[in-house]
């Protein structure tokens, strides 16, 4: 969900940007409809049937939406950084702290709860989050999503070394582009089983990055005709990949993420959605597996799904809320608290060495 999904817009804000409330609003709502298309749809159909259901098909709609967002907020943050280090730091402090948390939190807990086994291997390498890339099965299927953010963190830093970032409406149309020819000649666009292309460069998502980079530019220099018509070449682009579905959702997160931008969401930003917007990163990683064992158990112990859902929902809320506050937020200061100390002391030390 980078990140998952994507670092908080009033951490990255400065005096020449304002902060975008609405934009980690927006991260807190995606995450708990992620919440609410598993745990519903795993009731109805592995337990028992209920009335109120939300199919698990939509998703991942909600992670295109993390998608937008990343790439709003990943070229927010070169724009703050000086050197390829201070991105690669700023990405891992976000995000490989709160993975391994949950990683050990969940394979504990459903070890010692609910008597599932530990693979050992698997631990190792789903804790560097390129399983995809070496073809090990995922401890938890939302690790999809963080392949895909990997993809986008190396190519926008690389984009940074070459000191191309800046050319921001070039490198969105040269990837959609790329994006084109690739469904045309393929035309393999399977979630689940990924093209070696699609995995590579993110070739499936391209459009949702996309837009996100173009609305933060948009936010620096104003729009144009020309930003406007790549935020179009970006749906139809979807519309490829995904066909009448895809551009559904495209059109509409782009049309939420512009109302986000423009201030026209604001009704929607207070204490709780706030709070929800900044637990979100653990929340989609923490929920699914541990969810679904204890809404099985729940449901051994013939608790209904008027109960059993809320207290599961409110459970995945708390362990990710003990996360963010007790893990995630702390290690973020303290990595990047340590960064900036030694980069200063460096820095002293070359002056000194020039004198």
């Known amino acids: 969900m980078t990140d998952k999904l994507g670092e908080g817009t009033r951490e990255l804000s ?3 940007l304002p902060r975008y409330d609405e934009v980690d609003v927006l991260r807190g709502l995606a995450a708990l409809w992620v919440v609410l298309s598993h745990y519903l749809p795993h009731w109805d159909r592995q337990l028992e049937p209920t009335l109120v259901i939300v199919p698990n098909e939509w998703g991942p709609f909600a992670v295109k939406l993390f998608f937008v967002i990343s790439g709003f907020v990943i070229f927010m943050t070169l724009d703050r950084c000086k050197t390829v280090a201070d991105f690669a730091v700023l990405r891992f402090s976000r995000l490989y702290p709160t993975h391994w948390a949950t990683l050990v939190l969940v ?3 459903s070890a010692i709860l609910f008597g599932r086994g530990i693979w050992p291997g698997g631990f190792v390498v789903n804790a560097t989050m390129l ?4 073809g090990f099965p995922r401890l938890d299927n939302v690790y999809w999503s963080l392949t895909v953010e990997i993809v986008f963190y190396l190519m926008a830093g690389s984009l ?3 000191r191309l970032h800046r050319r ?10 790329s994006s084109i020819i690739w469904v ?12 070696w292309l699609a995995l590579l460069f993110a070739l499936d998502f391209s459009p949702y990055f996309g837009m996100g980079i173009v609305f933060f530019d948009a936010t620096k220099h104003g729009w144009s005709a020309g930003r406007a018509g790549v935020v179009m070449l970006a749906i139809a682009t979807e ?12 059109s509409i997160v782009a049309i939420m993420f512009v109302l986000s931008i423009r201030g026209n969401l604001r009704f929607l930003v207070s204490k709780v959605t706030l709070w929800l917007g900044a637990i979100s990163y653990a929340l989609y990683l923490v929920h699914r597996n541990l969810g679904y064992a204890s809404l099985d158990w729940l449901h051994e112990h013939h608790v209904g799904p008027a ?4 207290a599961t929902i409110l459970g995945a809320l708390a362990i990710a809320t003990l996360i963010t506050y007790g893990v995630e937020k702390p290690a973020l200061r303290y990595i990047r608290s340590w960064y900036h100390e030694w980069t200063t002391r460096r820095a002293r030390s070359d002056v000194t060495h020039l004198h």
């Open 307 to 310: 109960v059993a859902v809320p």
């Open 160 to 162: 940074f070394a070459l």
């Open 168 to 177: 921001t409406l070039l490198f969105v149309v040269v990837w959609l582009v």
């Open 184 to 195: 045309l000649i393929f035309q393999q666009t399977d979630i689940e089983h990924r093209h």
């Open 107 to 109: 394979t504990a807990l």
């Open 131 to 134: 399983q995809d890339f070496v």
């Open 14 to 16: 400065s005096p020449s």
């Open 239 to 250: 519309f490829l990949i995904a066909g009448w579905v895809g551009l559904c959702v495209a």
